[in-house]
């Protein structure tokens, strides 16, 4: 059984993350691989500034793994700084995007799906800008009060939501994603980032290619994980959302 999640957007202390330590300690230790497509966590400031905070969270998936389940992650938009020490901490596998492997017998792209939004280009510049090796360089080179500062910022920022886009801006670019499987010789394409879960097909009986595009969590709904069994199907396991406080 293999398990597929994404966009947690998990902060400390949250009620998700007391959701989502339920989930590893209960149905994710009946799966043989959990692939986690990015946005874990909400914001990720490097592991040595943000692992103590989300320490319920990665102890958890530390309990997960030790206890035998194969745990794959992938870079978000969000916690794209999750590094060696947090997979070494945490015993998952930090996972390229986009990935092409088999799942269950069927040629399959995963990916988180920002770099496939390829319409909004202001994203694509920053994203480019942000994941270069020496803006990383120079932001973990910074000293710890002004990363701190730049914590504080982000934060508030990720509280006060994202400034509306046309929604065919935000979306991926469905074409450049199915180039992406057509060049890989996918048939099967799992990604998250969008927040609008659907299943899209396109093409007609073997030649059929299939997108799934996973839940986000929120307080409000909560969530869900893909399961794809060995004889391929697939279902959704719903994640209550927390209780109120």
Request: glycine share 8%; aromatic share 8%.
């Amino acid at each position: 059984m293999i398990h597929l999640l994404s966009d947690l957007h998990l902060a400390p202390g949250d009620g998700l993350t007391r959701r989502f330590v339920e989930y590893l300690a209960g149905p994710a230790r009946d799966a043989d691989a959990i692939y986690i497509l990015g946005d874990l966590f909400n914001v990720w400031l490097g592991d040595d500034l943000s692992m103590p905070e989300h320490a319920e969270a990665v102890d958890a998936i530390a309990a997960a793994t030790q206890a035998g389940v194969t745990i794959y992650v992938m870079h978000g938009n969000r916690d794209f700084l999750l590094g060696r020490v947090f997979a070494e901490a945490t015993g998952v596998t930090l996972l390229s995007d986009p990935w092409v492997g088999e799942l269950a017998g069927v040629p399959t792209l995963l990916t988180h799906g920002d770099r496939f939004c390829t319409q909004d280009r202001g994203y694509q510049t920053y994203r480019s800008i942000v994941r270069s090796v020496a803006v990383q360089r120079a932001y973990y080179g910074m000293p710890q009060r002004w990363r701190e500062r730049i914590a504080d910022r982000l934060r508030k920022r990720s509280r006060g939501g994202t400034p509306m886009k046309a929604l065919n801006i935000t979306d991926v670019d469905a074409k450049a994603l199915y180039a992406a499987a057509r060049t890989e010789q996918v048939q099967r394409i799992f990604h998250g980032h969008t927040h609008r879960p659907a299943i899209h097909r396109i093409g007609r009986r073997k030649q059929v290619l299939e997108r799934y595009v996973l839940e986000d969590w929120s307080v409000e709904t909560g969530g869900s994980v893909i399961t794809l069994a060995a004889d391929g199907t697939i279902r959704s396991l719903p994640i209550e959302a927390p209780a109120a406080t």
